[in-house]
Nanobody, 124 residues
Framework: QVQLVESGGGLVQAGGSLRLSCAAS????????MGWFRQAPGKEREFVVG????????VYADSVKGRFTISRDNAKSTVYLQMNSLKLEDTAVYYC?????????????????WGQGTQVTVSS
């Protein structure tokens, strides 16, 4: 079992920045690909960004490329999401998730463990 806890969400003005953290307990994160997903009101959960087990590869949704950066510190069992140049459409609940599969995926169905989510609200 892996327990994931997100933090760092909040209210920010458009153009501002936030840094989300996802802390894991129970098992080391080094065995898991990690992803950030988000869900806006009335919309389906969508993939935002993911990172492979060793941090060697990252995959970004087109909507956040150049603005968001994912990183991980396996020694601290923590994954980070740096979000810059935030837009109104980035408003959502952000979830981190862990995937034990061999191959990295951006599909939420492939992820085994999920955090409870943290709200990010971008205002004009």
């Amino acid at each position: 079992q892996v327990q994931l806890v997100e933090s760092g969400g909040g209210l920010v003005q458009a153009g501002g920045s936030l840094r989300l953290s996802c802390a894991a307990s129970g098992r080391t994160l080094r065995n898991y690909h990690m992803g950030w997903f988000r869900q806006a009101p009335g919309k389906e959960r969508e993939f935002v960004v993911g990172i492979t087990r060793n941090g060697g590869s990252t995959v970004y949704a087109d909507s956040v490329k150049g603005r968001f950066t994912i990183s991980r510190d396996n020694a601290k069992s923590t994954v980070y999401l740096q979000m810059n140049s935030l837009k109104l459409e980035d408003t959502a609940v952000y979830y981190c998730a862990a995937d034990y599969s061999t191959r990295f995926s951006n599909r939420s169905s492939e992820y085994d463990y999920w955090g409870q989510g943290t709200q990010v609200t971008v205002s004009s």
